[in-house]
């Protein structure tokens, strides 16, 4: 299950180099189970041709708005027929100019006239373009009008220059795609989470750790992303990349990830604990290397702070929820744990099943209750656990009121 399976999506194509990325894109999609047909311009076409986006998407490909294939020869309103929206990537300043005042000159610009379904840009052009004012008041219009932009981001371009203009990546349209289908539940609420092991050094180069892969913590970030949510994650180190639209502070040990939490949490809404955080660190790390003697070497250990518990005790706390792993005895240990660390949420696993894997299985423990979330992948899991917290928020201020 992903948000895009299933959904009818025009993917219009303008003319400029960043065309080439719109052909990852439709495979990506497609991948994605997302029905793609795809809309070239005449200069759009110049850069990759039909034939490429027939091949990837496994349909006909439109060019022309007098195309007689369709049979009432109606293409500019059959296309759109039932879709759940049209990607125009890359869009051109030309075709941003175009669709604020409405012009309907071929069959893609006709098509976003003729449409009753949102309309997503993906700006491509040359930094100088970008940063005319006409092109500003355009993007603000098209803003104002409803049309979703995606992008551009910064970096190297095809004219050799450097700034802003750059068609965002296909796996970064990907998922500002999934986030525009996706309801805003935590619009406007800014969301703190750690995740990852901690790393406790015991020298410069040697430390204690554990096996956390982070994966459910980074899964659990983009679904409030995607849900809307201003996400801070604090990040042990991991091999993953930062979701995008998640702002990722990176640290090592557990009293480093405590400083940055702290940091952050005051103005936060929501603190989520699924960072496997080392219980206890080297009261005093070697300054230099420690030397290898053969002897037996004996390591003091000092107790790390429970991040969770003291942000669940702050004065004004954030909804706190927390992550249990148990080897057995799940119900009974996260429920304790709860009520221990004051959470109003705790999200509990069985511990051999979730370390470094990709699906999981989870219950939720909440002050009415617990709600088996069955076995999903971690992405799927993230999503539900978003839901439900959505729904306890909303519903506590609901109460409130
Ligand atoms: O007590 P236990 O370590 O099992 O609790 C797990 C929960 O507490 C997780 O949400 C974890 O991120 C959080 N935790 C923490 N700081 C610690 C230990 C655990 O925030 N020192």
């Not at 795809?38 to 110049?46: D, F, I, M, N, Q």
């Not at 410069?204 to 970030?221: D, E, H, Q």
């Not at 290898?292 to 706390?317: H, R």
């Not at 979330?373 to 009121?401: F, N, P, Q, T, Y």
Request: aromatic letters at 4%.
């Amino acid at each position: 299950m992903n948000e895009l399976k299933g959904r009818k999506l025009v993917l219009g194509v303008t003319g400029g180099v960043a065309a080439y990325k719109a052909a990852e894109l439709t495979r990506l999609l497609v991948k994605a189970g997302v029905e793609v047909h795809v809309v070239l311009t005449e200069a759009g076409a110049r850069f990759v041709t039909p034939v490429t986006f027939q091949a990837l998407s496994g349909r006909t490909v439109w060019t022309d708005l007098w195309d007689g294939r369709m049979g009432n020869n109606m293409a500019h309103i059959d296309l759109t027929r039932g879709a759940d929206g049209i990607l125009i990537a890359p869009a051109s300043a030309d075709m941003m100019a175009k669709l604020v005042h409405g012009l309907a000159d071929d069959l893609l610009s006709t098509l976003c006239l003729a449409r009753d379904c949102p309309l997503m840009v993906a700006p491509a052009m040359n930094r100088q373009m970008w940063e005319n004012p006409a092109t500003r008041r355009n993007l603000a219009q098209l803003q104002a009008d409803g049309v979703a932009v995606l992008g551009p981001a910064e970096g190297d371009q095809a004219c050799g220059e450097t700034g802003p203009g750059r068609m965002l990546e296909p796996e970064d349209l990907l998922e500002a795609l999934i986030a525009c289908f996706q309801p805003k539940l935590m619009a406007g609420r800014k969301v703190v989470l750690t995740a990852g092991p901690t790393f406790e050094a015991i020298d410069p180069v040697r430390g204690i750790t554990n096996s956390s892969s982070g994966k459910m913590g980074y899964a659990l970030a983009r679904a409030f992303a995607r849900a809307g949510a201003e996400v801070v994650l604090v990040s042990g180190p991991v091999a993953l990349p930062a979701p995008a639209g998640v702002r990722r502070i990176d640290v090592l040990s557990a009293l480093q990830m405590r400083e940055a939490v702290l940091a952050e949490v005051a103005d936060a809404e929501v603190f989520v604990g699924v960072a496997a955080v080392a219980d206890y660190r080297p009261a005093q790390a070697a300054e230099h290397k420690i030397k290898t003697s053969g002897d037996a070497m004996q390591l003091t250990l000092a107790p790390n702070p429970d991040i969770l518990a003291e942000v669940a005790a702050l004065p004004k706390p954030p909804f706190c929820v927390g992550f249990a792993a148990e080897s057995r005895d799940l119900d009974a240990y996260a429920e304790g744990k709860r009520r221990a660390k004051r959470l109003p949420l705790l999200v509990g696993n069985l511990v051999q099943d979730a370390l470094g894997g990709d699906d999981n299985e989870v219950v939720l423990y909440d002050d009415n209750g617990r709600y088996p979330l069955g076995r999903a992948s971690k992405a799927e899991l993230a999503k539900r656990i978003v839901d439900h917290l959505a729904a306890l928020l909303a519903d506590g201020e609901l109460r409130e009121e």
